[in-house]
């Protein structure tokens, strides 16, 4: 008897490990989730040029994703344009890291984007080496 319940511990223990992996994985977001929200432009930088900031330019820059894969634009808290994102996973070799790539619609070019904690690290892909720094804000109400 003593065997046959040890028997059953194993397999229901078997069965729990997969079922609490998939949950785990459902917890954690998608590319898309990660970015859904109001971020605020802090940096841009570039080798060879001046850094640019809000305080240098004179403007404060906003972009909102939304669930729905849109991305809007303020500048000084005025509506500047809309259009339609989504993100590709590329891999750029074997062993290589997996890149998040951001393209939207009516642009030529794509950025590559990391997210930690409440910061966004935009960097354009077409060539130019611009690095684009910015925080997560809070919705507004």
């Known amino acids: 008897m003593t065997l046959y319940l040890r028997g059953l511990s194993a397999a229901v ?13 459902e917890s954690i977001p998608k590319p898309e989730e990660q970015l ?3 971020w605020e432009w802090q940096q841009t930088a570039a080798p060879n040029s001046p850094v640019l900031t809000p305080a240098t330019t004179g403007h404060r820059v906003v972009v909102e994703f939304d669930r729905r894969g849109r991305a809007r ?4 808290d005025n509506f500047v344009s809309a259009t339609v994102f989504a993100v590709r996973r ?4 074997i062993g290589k890291p997996v ?5 939207y619609r ?3 070019g794509t950025q590559l984007y990391t997210i930690s904690g409440n910061n966004l690290q ?3 892909s077409n060539g ?3 690095q684009h720094s910015y925080i997560r804000v809070a919705q507004k109400q």
């Open 128 to 130: 130019e080496p611009f």
């Open 13 to 25: 223990l078997l069965l729990a490990i997969p079922l609490w992996v998939a949950c785990q994985r």
């Open 122 to 124: 935009l960097r354009d």
């Open 99 to 103: 890149r998040q790539v951001l393209m």
């Open 106 to 108: 009516g642009y030529r």
């Open 90 to 93: 590329e891999r750029q070799g």
């Open 73 to 76: 634009f303020y500048e000084d």
């Open 36 to 38: 859904v929200g109001r």
